[in-house]
């Protein structure tokens, strides 16, 4: 579900775009990273607007040799190839394309797959948004329009869907939805302060990008996009993926919460965190040893007994929920990049 606020938000920017194009005075660049996408790369190429200043197209040691098909039948001359001896991951090729980037002192870099399934022309409302100072880092995503989302398949529904929960509570965007799409835009600012090595290689990528950018509180922006799908076979698996995803959103969950109420700062979570957590804990470990008793002496608990049981558990709920409550609300709502 999207806000009334955050959908009227988008809205606004929606309209700006329809009228504008890229600013000329910033430098943007396009990363494609390429793993078994065959011919496929060199149409989208050809579709990246022209406003575009660099194209770096990244060779995960791909089986079809891309690199070599993009030389010797693209002759753009904004596109460069880069290769990797050893596959990376998808992760790890678009970390090759953005450290290039940087050292070629883009504004602006856009991810985009060369798959087919993001459509080039896209770019500029992905773009826009940065450009203007709105957004930190956009992404795609292909649940805002119901009819949109009613062409992915099944499969791939259920695990972004899951995979999207998950995500809110790891890395704090809870506004955001579609969280494993790769079509994303961001600030080369933003980017240049992000610890690239550390960021997940493989398909979490994404995720683990989003949780590094809530540890500096970058404002991030959900585009509304179709989602694309022809005859091209995906690398990512949902059902390999569910079970592993969810153990490294646990661990991202507790290292945010332990970064924003515990090192950085205190808020209403982390009293949560400190009184309600323990409560409920007592609260039930009490009543489980009071019940235990009960039946072993086959005597029923007192009334008094039972409020002492259910009485911090009570507390403590009330308290979590205030937390959490805090914790959603608590949205990045301005961009950092023009304070870097």
């Not at 660049?29 to 022209?50: F, N, R």
């Not at 869907?161 to 509570?169: C, E, I, P, T, Y």
């Not at 965007?173 to 994303?184: H, M, P, S």
């Not at 019940?291 to 009485?311: C, K, R, Y």
Request: charged share 20%; net charge positive.
């Amino acid at each position: 579900m999207v806000c009334k606020s955050h959908k009227c938000y988008i809205g606004t920017i929606m309209t700006k775009l329809k009228s504008k194009t890229l600013t000329p005075e910033q430098k943007i660049a396009v990363v494609i990273p390429c793993y078994k996408v065959g011919t496929t790369v060199l149409d989208v190429i050809s579709a990246v607007p022209e406003n575009i200043s660099h194209i770096f197209v990244v060779d995960d040691a791909c089986p079809l040799k891309t690199g070599d098909l993009v030389n010797s039948q693209c002759q753009d001359p904004r596109v460069r190839v880069l290769r990797h001896e050893h596959n990376q991951g998808v992760g790890g090729a678009v970390m090759t394309g953005y450290k290039q980037a940087l050292d070629e002192n883009c504004d602006i870099i856009v991810k985009v797959d060369g798959d087919g399934q993001m459509d080039p022309a896209l770019i500029p409302k992905f773009v826009r948004p940065i450009s203007e100072g709105q957004a930190d880092y956009t992404k795609g995503n292909r649940f805002y329009f119901l009819k949109s989302a009613a062409s992915m398949p099944a499969i791939r529904t259920f695990g972004n869907v899951s995979l999207s929960f998950f995500n809110k509570a790891s890395t704090g965007y809870w506004r955001i939805f579609d969280t494993t799409n790769g079509y994303t835009a961001i600030h080369a600012k933003v980017l240049a302060h992000l610890p690239l090595d550390k960021i997940a290689q493989d398909y979490f990528f994404e995720s683990d990008m989003l949780f590094r950018l809530g540890t500096m509180r970058a404002m991030v922006l959900d585009i509304p996009m179709d989602s694309v799908y022809g005859d091209e076979t995906s690398n990512l698996k949902i059902k390999r993926v569910v079970f592993p995803f969810l153990a490294l959103h646990i661990r991202n969950f507790t290292k945010r919460l332990f970064y924003n109420y515990f090192l950085r700062d205190f808020h209403l979570p982390t009293i949560s965190i400190l009184i309600g957590f323990p409560l409920i804990m007592l609260g039930t470990l009490f009543g489980l040893f009071q019940w235990a008793g009960s039946i072993e002496q086959g005597v029923f608990a007192s009334s008094g007994t039972v409020m002492l049981a259910t009485l911090p558990i009570l507390i403590g709920s009330h308290l979590m929920i205030m937390g959490i409550s805090h914790d959603i609300s608590n949205q990045p709502e301005r961009p950092i990049h023009p304070l870097l």
